[in-house]
């Protein structure tokens, strides 16, 4: 009887063991599945936070640069030297007492300062050069319209000369010139003009005083 007994109770104890480490072996496989779970998914969540980091900052390195470059390269491109050419061939014109050469002149200057190109200009300047540029186009066109009154012709070259040397002032120019000044012209108010060489030779009068004035400034 003793011996049954005491095999009851083996049984039941390897039973209760057996139980026991049963339960314990399927709760530590349940927590490496959700460590594994866990683990897994943490690169997912972090991935598009890196990436969109990456595509803000190239964004923002990539368009700066370029609008300053454009800026640069607009500003490089303009330059008076054309409307400078043909003021001059005018100004000649007019120190030889060549007033159809002066129209001639006044028509060509009109032209090229019609023809051009605004998107060349750089921003800032775009407003102060349209004012030059509008008087500057109507002082050529009276010049060209009044082949045969010098006079009114050397009138015009006087607001002209101004709007040359406004231009000069505002974009610059590569060639060396000189601003001078005739004391006696408009009964005696003055007007200047521009011109590539030293020497003397004014618009204003030309044959009848031809070397009246003095340089005012180099340019």
Not at 4 to 20: Q, R
Not at 138 to 149: C, L, M, P, Q, T
């Amino acid at each position: 009887m003793k011996n049954i007994i005491f095999s009851i109770i083996t049984l039941v104890t390897v039973a209760t063991v057996t139980i026991s480490c049963n339960q314990s072996s399927n709760k530590n496989s349940d927590q490496q599945a959700n460590d594994s779970t866990t683990i897994a998914a943490t690169p997912e969540l972090q991935s598009p936070t890196h990436n969109d980091t990456v595509a803000t900052v190239t964004s923002t390195d990539t368009s700066s640069p370029e609008a300053e470059k454009s800026d640069v390269k607009q500003a490089q491109k303009f330059t008076i030297a054309p409307i400078i050419k043909d003021y001059l061939a005018l100004k000649n014109a007019l120190v030889a007492d060549n007033y159809k050469a002066a129209a001639n002149a006044g028509k060509q200057l009109f032209t090229t300062l019609k023809n051009v190109d605004m998107n060349a200009i750089p921003a800032n300047k775009h407003k102060e050069y349209m004012e030059i540029a509008e008087n500057a186009k109507e002082n050529a066109e009276h010049i060209s319209d009044n082949a045969d009154k010098i006079d009114h012709q050397r009138e015009h070259l006087a607001s002209l000369s101004k709007d040359v040397s406004d231009l000069i002032t505002l974009f610059g120019t590569t060639q060396k010139l000189y601003q001078d000044y005739c004391p006696m012209y408009n009964d005696g108010k003055g007007a200047v003009w521009i011109s590539e060489a030293k020497t003397i030779k004014n618009p204003y009068y030309g044959s009848q005083m031809l070397t009246c004035g003095s340089v005012k400034k180099d340019l």
